[in-house]
């Protein structure tokens, strides 16, 4: 029997890790009208708490590549995993909102930071030579796995037991994962006396990250001076925006306000997910054959049309559009990530790949943060959601456009 090359091993350990990461991401849009009832806060003040998760999320990335590289991938993703599981238990005890801004916002927000993309994108340099789009694509889609399995399986507890139940399902797994990691991941090929599946003697292999947090803000400097930089993370701000924002955070709620059921709504998202872990792998794939720039500018029109239909779809029942929005949507969601990553590597070289990916990451979970605060904010002056759906598909069209400020032979200058 053939032996499984370690390469899968790690990279399916690094799967159910990213689960366990977006396992959380994917239910606080079920907690909204549950901790709004209970507590009597706002919408904006519930939305605050998330943007501060996002951008927590986001900012903690490309220091975590960094202590990735000087402390080993494995420490820091256990201390992130453990960051997630007290978070998130933790708020099952709160009784103000500060607690709440505290547990989900800079605890959780952190720990999901430390198990970002960029540490798929660490594992996937690292780790495999041949089928690196289409892994960065698996990986990509363990967000959408993620919300998946627990979307329906919470939103029904929380509809039956609570949300602190919830709360409880999310810190019970993630306890479940820490041992396997513990006992199955490798930080490197060499580790486990092993090459990256796929390597030949000439081929480059993965060049070590900065290893200080000043280099990374050197990084940071270097590459803000140049077009590809701005266009990457701008439009991934979108991409951000457009996501974990405005449909992660408010699609639940928002159906709500159009008479639809909590566990109908956080279905659909379900079925999101489906064709997300679709349509990421499918992106990946095309992503080690065609034209990444071609790719984004697919990907972010359809998401701006997509995005307008929203308003007119909604409603109290299923109907075919809103199911239609669904299934395309889902296919587009995370589609966006193989090709940025691979435009990355294409500009600023693999050995700054893991930094510069994670500072363009941050712009992601900055964007989505400033959507989710700008959203609750919307609901709460206008009474509905109409101009946040509006103002995000305006902000696909603009990304179609900044693409074409990137040429297919532009290299990033390297110093």
Known sequence: ????????????????????AAAFRSTTSVMFVPLETEFA????????????????????????????????????????????????VLTVWMTSLWQLVLYWGVMVGAGTGGLALVFASIVANRWFVKRRGLVTGIFSAAYATGQLVFLPLIANMVTQLGWRTGSLIVAGFVAVVIPIFILFFKNSPAEANSSAYGATADEPTYTEAPRSLLDTFTVLFEVARTRQFWVLSGTFFVCGWTTNGLIGAHFIPAAHDHGMP??????????????????????????DRFDSRILLVIYYGLRGLALFSV???????????????????????????PPTIELIRRYFGLGKTGIVWGWVFASHMVGAGVAATYAGVIRDLEGS?????????VLCLVAVAAFWLLRKDDVAPKR
């Not at 990335?61 to 960051?83: I, R």
């Not at 809103?322 to 299934?327: G, H």
């Not at 959601?385 to 598909?393: E, G, M, P, Q, R």
């Open 311 to 337: 308003p007119f779809v909604l409603g109290p029942t299923v109907e075919p559009p809103l199911l239609f929005f669904v299934v395309f949507y889902g296919l587009d969601w995370i589609a966006t990530v």
């Open 262 to 287: 909590a566990t109908t709504a956080a279905g659909l998202l379900a079925v999101v997910g489906i064709f997300d872990f679709v349509g990421t792998i499918l992106s990946g794939w095309l992503t």
């Open 1 to 20: 029997m053939k032996r499984i090359h370690p390469a899968w091993i790690v990279g399916g350990v690094t799967f159910l890790t990213l689960i366990a």
């Open 41 to 88: 806060w706002t919408r904006t003040q519930t939305s605050a708490a998330v943007t501060l998760n996002l951008i927590f999320y986001g900012l903690t990335a490309p220091f975590a590549a960094v202590f990735m590289e000087k402390y080993s991938v494995k420490k820091v993703a256990l201390a992130a995993l453990g960051l997630i599981g007290l978070g998130t």
């Open 385 to 393: 959601y109409f101009l946040a759906w509006i103002t995000a598909a």
